[in-house]
């Protein structure tokens, strides 16, 4: 199944933990390999900074989905005010063999 992380930064000091941790956080995401499916920031309205991320992952379980939002870099540096988990289907433009 695939899970949405909807991560909100903190305002203010989630700018600096982001640069601070962003090639950790690169990293993470990268070493998922096929389990991560799709990420990026979410962007101030003059889309110049970053103010959060979405980032869509498959696992088997929430308890999964949870585990790999909680090991991730930006998490464990306190970057986010909140992060929302959600099960998600990939309706249009998925590539072939998401669903």
């Known amino acids: 199944m695939l899970y949405a992380f909807i ?3 903190k305002p203010g000091e989630g700018l600096v933990l ?7 956080h690169l990293a993470y995401l990268d070493s998922l390999g096929d389990v991560m499916k799709s990420a990026g920031p979410f962007m101030s309205e003059d889309g110049l900074e970053p ?3 979405l980032v869509i992952v498959e696992a088997d379980s929430l308890a999964a989905a ?6 991730d870099p930006y ?3 306190g ?4 992060v929302d988990i959600r099960p998600w289907k990939w309706l249009f433009g998925a590539p ?3 669903s």
């Open 18 to 24: 982001r640069s601070q941790n962003r090639d950790k």
């Open 66 to 71: 949870r585990e790999i939002a909680a090991n």
């Open 79 to 82: 970057v986010f005010e909140s």
């Open 96 to 98: 072939d063999g998401v």
């Open 51 to 53: 103010r959060g991320s």
């Open 7 to 9: 991560c909100t930064d």
């Open 75 to 77: 998490a464990i540096a």
